[in-house]
C-alpha cells in the first residue's frame, strides 16, 4: 500500500468534526513508513482541519469532490478541473430562486449569498457541520454577478435543504431533477440530503488517479476510505476501496472492506487491517 485517500465528514471525522487520537496516530505511523495519507474531500482547501492535521505528515488533499487537488504546506493547486462562468451562472440563478442554501468554492474557499444565511440556520445538520457552514463562508450580495464581473471559475456548489413541517426537504426533488437534467454536470450527495455539483466528468476516483500519477504511485497500491454517494467513484477507482461503517448502502456495496463506524475509529481500524506495520 503506498497511498491511502480519506474523506472528512462521517468518516475521518465523528459528528463533532474532530479527529480521534487513534486516528491520528494511525495516520502518522503510516506516513512514517513513508505511505502517502490524503484528505479527499467535498470541501474547499479553506475547509481541511489544518490545527488537527499538523504534524501527521498529511501533505496533499483532494478537494471539492476532486476538481482541485492542492499541496497543503503551499497551497499550491497541483490541478483543477472547475466550472466557466457560462456554465454555473445560469445554475446559480436558477437555485437563487429556491429556498436552500448554497456554497461555491472558488480558488479553495467558499462563497455563499447573504439571502442563504437564514436558511442556513434551519438545516437539521450536527451542531459542528452547522457553525462551519454558517462560519467559514466569505458572504456576497449578488453571487452571480461577483462570479462575471471577476471571471471566476468554481470548483463545486454545494446544496443545503431544511425540512418543511411535513418533513419533507423543500425544493430538494425539484431542484436534484434539475441538475440531473444538465449534461455539463455531476451532481451527487455528500450527506445530510445535501446535492452538490461539479463540472461533468469531474469525482474523486478520477482525482485520485490524477494524483497517483503526480507521485508516480500504480493506482492499484491505494486505498480510499468514505462513506456517501460523493465517495462511490473514489472507492471504485482505489486498488482497495473501503467504506465506512456508517456508509450508506450503496457505499458499503460496492466497498471491499466494510470497516467500523466514524464514532468507533474506522479509519484506523481499516488501515491497521490492511497495513499491519501501522498498527502501533
Known amino acids: 500500500m503506498k497511498l491511502v485517500a480519506l474523506d472528512l465528514d462521517g468518516t475521518l471525522f465523528n459528528h463533532e468534526s474532530r479527529i480521534s487520537r487513534r486516528n491520528l496516530d494511525t495516520i ?59 456554465l454555473f451562472v445560469p445554475i446559480v440563478e436558477y437555485l437563487l430562486t429556491k ?12 462563497y455563499s449569498p447573504m439571502q442563504c444565511v437564514k436558511n442556513g ?12 457552514i454558517l462560519n467559514t463562508r466569505k458572504r456576497v450580495d449578488d453571487l452571480p ?11 463545486k ?13 423543500k425544493d430538494r426533488a425539484e431542484v436534484k431533477n434539475y441538475l440531473e ?7 451527487v450527495c455528500g450527506g445530510y440530503n445535501n446535492l452538490e455539483f461539479t463540472r461533468a466528468g469531474v469525482n474523486k476516483g478520477v482525482a485520485l488517479r490524477a494524483l497517483a500519477e503526480i507521485l508516480s504511485i ?3 497500491e491505494t486505498m480510499a476510505i468514505g462513506d456517501t454517494e460523493n465517495d462511490l467513484a473514489i472507492i471504485k477507482a482505489a486498488g482497495i476501496g473501503v467504506a465506512m461503517g456508517n456508509a450508506t448502502p450503496a457505499v458499503r456495496e460496492q466497498a471491499d472492506y466494510v470497516t467500523d463506524d466514524n464514532e468507533s475509529d474506522g479509519v484506523a481500524t481499516a488501515m491497521e487491517h490492511f497495513i499491519p506495520a501501522a498498527i502501533l
Open 28 to 86: 502518522k505511523k503510516a506516513t512514517e513508513l513513508g505511505i502517502a495519507v490524503v484528505i479527499s474531500t467535498g470541501r474547499p482547501l479553506n475547509g481541511l482541519p489544518f490545527d488537527q492535521i499538523k504534524g501527521s505528515g498529511i501533505r496533499y488533499a483532494i478537494t471539492a469532490n476532486g476538481s482541485a487537488i492542492y499541496e497543503i504546506e503551499t497551497g499550491k493547486c497541483l490541478r483543477e478541473e472547475a466550472m466557466e462562468e457560462d
Open 99 to 110: 429556498d436552500i442554501h448554497m456554497d461555491a468554492f472558488i480558488g479553495g474557499n467558499g
Open 121 to 132: 440556520e434551519r438545516l437539521v445538520v450536527p451542531e459542528a457541520l452547522k457553525h462551519y
Open 145 to 155: 454577478q461577483f462570479i462575471r464581473d471577476n471571471h471566476l471559475k468554481v470548483q
Open 157 to 169: 456548489m454545494t446544496l443545503n435543504f431544511y425540512p418543511d413541517e411535513n418533513g419533507v426537504f
Open 181 to 187: 437534467s444538465n449534461p455539463n454536470v455531476t451532481s
Open 218 to 220: 500504480d493506482p492499484a
